[in-house]
């Protein structure tokens, strides 16, 4: 107790001036200092001005920025997306909505059990975090480099699965079709499938012989198929 007295009774003790009292400038700082402040202005006003001629001149992105979302395929051009929805979940915005809906036989639209039915991103809501991409376990969804996302009206804003999802490229067969013979969902996700096979582009020729994919589709090879 009686120590306790005893440092209460103390006297105050002031810091001391050289470690709390700010830096004292010399007698050239104390001239200088009304234009120190200027610093910057005079050490950027002789610079030429740089002005981005948008849009008729775009400036190139960064290679990992994230802009645009897009829907991928295989090489047959099945699609990657499985309906699993864990984009949707890892959105901390909310802005993906995905229906799923199980492939049927005459109706497969990705390898395996189910297929994106319904795929949107509402980007009045987007803060394009790409969490979707981390979480999503086949690649099939990625962001681009596309930044030009506007619209008119807010509908405009809610991207549909065919705004997303990517173009067919030469040489891939426009699903509904029968995944590759002899192969299954591991296949596909290990790499193994690189075009459709001649089984494949015979079935669309039967099933719907007016597609506009069968003018370039060709069979590639395909490594494990029976």
Known sequence: ???????????????????????????????????????VTFSTIFRPNVTEQYPYVKVPTRPRYHGLHRLNRYPDGLEKCIGCELCAWACPADAILVEAAPNQPGEQYSPGERYGRVYQVNYLRCIFCAYCIQACPTRALTMSNEYEIAGQTRESMIYEKKDLLVPLAEGMLNPPHPMVEGTTDADYYQGKVTGPTQAQIDWVKENRPEDPSLKTARAGATEGAR
Do not use: C
Request: aromatic content about 8%.
């Open 1 to 39: 107790m009686s120590e306790q007295h005893n440092a209460a009774d103390k006297p105050f003790e002031k810091p001391d001036k050289k470690l709390y009292s700010p830096n004292k400038k010399g007698p050239i700082g104390r001239i200088l200092a009304p234009v120190a402040g200027f610093g």
